[in-house]
């Protein structure tokens, strides 16, 4: 599809064109995982491309999502919001699976003004960190307002 058509279908649906920078990240550098990247990486574009977003940057690595220093996903997330409106992976745990790193990533993340979208169609809106955090901060009272019933 043109992108004439892309943005038209894109706007005849109401969508926000976007310029974006995609991230890909596959557990470890084995050839089932090569594979898993480049199929990442085909769903993203193609989904850019349907929705009309722009993409401005590609990041891509392989490790953990336990690894605190990934080098790529700092890159992605320090990109210039005048450059970059927000990040698109296939699925955020893409970026953690851990609530706290995915928190404080996420806070990051809203501090400089870029959202996170994903191509099953969640958009993290920019008060989701501040949301996200208070039902995490409540999950400890509530367990302890339960214990103390019994």
Not at 17 to 45: D, P
Not at 117 to 145: A, C
Request: proline fraction near 3%.
């Amino acid at each position: 599809m043109e992108t004439g058509k892309c943005f038209l279908k894109c706007w005849l649906k109401g969508c926000v064109i976007m310029r974006v920078a995609i991230y890909m990240r596959v557990g470890n550098e084995n050839q089932t995982n090569e594979w898993a990247m480049k199929n990442q990486e085909e769903r993203l574009r193609q989904f850019a491309k349907e929705q009309g977003h722009e993409i401005v940057a590609a990041f891509s690595e392989y490790g953990s999502t336990c690894y605190a220093e990934r080098e790529m996903l700092k890159k992605v997330t320090a990109l210039p919001s005048n450059e970059v409106d927000g990040i698109l992976v296939t699925d955020v745990s893409r970026i953690h699976r851990n609530m706290p790193s995915f928190l404080s990533w996420l806070k990051e993340l809203d501090a400089s003004k870029k959202k996170l979208l994903t191509i099953d169609g969640i958009t993290m809106p920019d008060n989701l960190y501040k949301q996200l955090q208070r039902v995490y901060e409540e999950i400890p009272k509530q367990r302890g307002h339960r214990s103390k019933k019994r």
